[in-house]
């Protein structure tokens, strides 16, 4: 069945050699009390120290790498507010590109430092006004761009998927593996990872309750729209999965869980107090799941892709105060 | 010089084959900007992911692992309401051996419950009316158990040693090495271990201003006693440090820095947001002076350690949310 799909284990192989030496091989942790919790054995593959403090890297420099001298003597576009936008950013310096990213003009200043500080020109659209896509689809136009959308993209999959190929390698076969799900790049693919290197593998997607799109497009079998969720999980406020994505999560995956954003807070202060680790919301989704015994794990092999760590400080604060501890 | 000191690289090298497989061997983190702040190489060797979340797992199972069979028979005491009573219940606990923990009664419930959590016997007293070493005194007179204070001790020394010895076995020769100063046990080993790995190495410790009394006694040849100094550097509210250790600072550390608490508030934030990691007040000491270049390192390779990660999740958000950025 996976021969029709767009992406294939060797496309994520490919990535792994391209991206070796490159991307961090990322630390894998454990936790006595997260086993606990969970009633399983947990590996979590702390995309957080990746570059630019998630796995968006990945994706990014393997899809610049494979464009055309043509292509990349022009350049790159990416519109986004969010950790591709670094990633572009990062990865296009590094392999000597100039990155074009088009922001809201009321993104974070943090944020817009950090892109211009890896040397991209950022484009600021008003938000209110302009349609992010038609602005990018004309710079694209203007300046013969190549755009590298944030998830929907073969090489940005293949890419993402070589953050599960290294969890599986380090740990051995995993019987479950849990992925967060914004626009599914990432989960699809770890699920491609996942099926060639431990078959019996179960892979399942979490994302916040309050924008279910993916499980509900995943039970329907049709791509659903939903209005922009309201969630602290800012990664995950996509309004649709990708169309590559679809047929990849019908192929791959055997269930999308939800979480509220009480438990990605009390996931997060878990993650401080007895990991010592700083996790951004969307990074706790899968986490959130696994130590809510979502499943019967029964003792089971679990592994979890966290996924990023880039919140500010005082968001940060807010959601471990308010947290109840697990 | 060093022959006439307590201990030796000798006793390190022998904590380290028995911590061998025992003791994580925790990570060396970098960050690109902690090298542009400091204008060096820096290393982080992150004692917060070490069991218990501190250092102290180092020294306390080594001299635990070193008492007689009779000795381990009857058992250990300590006195601590920070990271060495956790550090010496879990030790007691893999080396089947009974701790008994004397702690004030108005320790913080998370603190007495950890210590009980790995089965120690927590004894409390009154800390306005009762004095803890007289308590522990009599404890071990009438059990004869074996006391093992938190820093003056060889087998403590030597133990907490190894930090430095993996930093540097992982990195190679470091130019200066800066560590954090409580009672003096972390600094002590540490030292004996980069004296002898990389000669030329220049030692720095940092304490609170707050707390100047090991600067002073370096400075003095003589034993300094504060009173219990004010900062949020808990680990390092010691009012001397101790007696085996004087003689080791004067031989191996080439000057000890002080920086203020605002200075580890920052440097939390840092390494929340930039490094996604959870380092308590007293494990920023060293990095606080790094990265504020209270030297003129230019260039140089500069190994620090994170001494710890035990900080309570809302104290956690109060320092970062007050915190200057770096």
Known sequence: MSTALAVTYADVARAAEILDGVAHRTPVLTSTRADELADAQVFFKCENFQRIGAFKFRGAYHAISRLSDEQRARGVLAFSSGNHAQAMALAARLLNVKATIVMPHDAPAMKLAATRGYGA???????????????AARIVEERGLSLIPPYDHRDVIAGQGTAAKELIEEVGALDYLFVCVGGGGLISGCSIAAKQLA????????????????????????????????????????????????????????????????????????????????????????????????????????GVIISGGNVDADMFARCITAAEPL
């Open 199 to 302: 078959p019996d593998c179960k892979v399942i997607g979490v994302e916040p309750e309050a924008g279910n799109d993916a499980q509900r497009s995943l039970r329907s079998g049709e791509i659903v729209d939903i209005p922009v969720p309201d969630t602290i999980a800012d990664g995950a406020r996509t309004q649709h999965v990708g169309k590559l994505v679809l047929p990849i999560l019908q192929a791959n995956v055997s269930d999308i869980l939800t979480v509220s954003d009480d438990q990605l807070r009390s996931t997060m202060r878990f993650f401080a107090e007895r990991m010592k680790i700083v996790v951004e919301p969307t990074g706790c989704l899968g986490a959130a799941a696994v130590l809510a015994r979502a499943l019967p794990f029964m003792g089971a092999k679990v």
């Open 121 to 135: 020109e950022v484009i600021l659209y008003d938000r209110n006004r302009e349609d992010r896509e038609a602005v």
